[in-house]
Nanobody, 120 residues
Framework: QVQLAESGGGLVQPGGSLRLSCAAS????????MGWERQAPGKTREKVAH???????NYGDSVKGRFTISRDNAKNTLYLQMNSLQPEDTAVYFC??????????????WGQGIQVTVSS
């Protein structure tokens, strides 16, 4: 099973930027779709962004135009560039690895999560 480890979280002021990374162990990284989800205190987990094995992307409505998901298959690493951060972006961010079955995204592995706090 592929193991995932997030890094790059922390505290940032409103309007600032952060880049999250998710390093994957094991082989066959490039054949999987990957994604980011987040969970704020007292709220359900929500989709942030997905990227397919061929690089197609889609985003949750709340982050469109501000966040960019990308992947480097040579480094087995997934990224999330977050710009124009707002306090409502405060959450634990989780990366995942999975595959699409038709329009359904099936998660095969989760990272442990990393805290992002947006506050002045």
């Amino acid at each position: 099973q592929v193991q995932l480890a997030e890094s790059g979280g922390g505290l940032v002021q409103p309007g600032g930027s952060l880049r999250l990374s998710c390093a994957a162990s094991g082989s066959r990284f490039s054949i999987y779709a990957m994604g980011w989800e987040r969970q704020a205190p007292g709220k359900t987990r929500e989709k942030v962004a997905h990227i397919t094995s061929d690089g197609s992307t889609n985003y949750g409505d709340s982050v469109k135009g501000r966040f960019t998901i990308s992947r480097d298959n040579a480094k087995n690493t997934l990224y999330l560039q977050m710009n124009s951060l707002q306090p409502e972006d405060t959450a634990v961010y989780f990366c995942n690895l999975g595959e699409y079955s038709g329009s359904f995204y099936i998660v095969r592995s989760w990272g442990q999560g990393i805290q992002v706090t947006v506050s002045s």
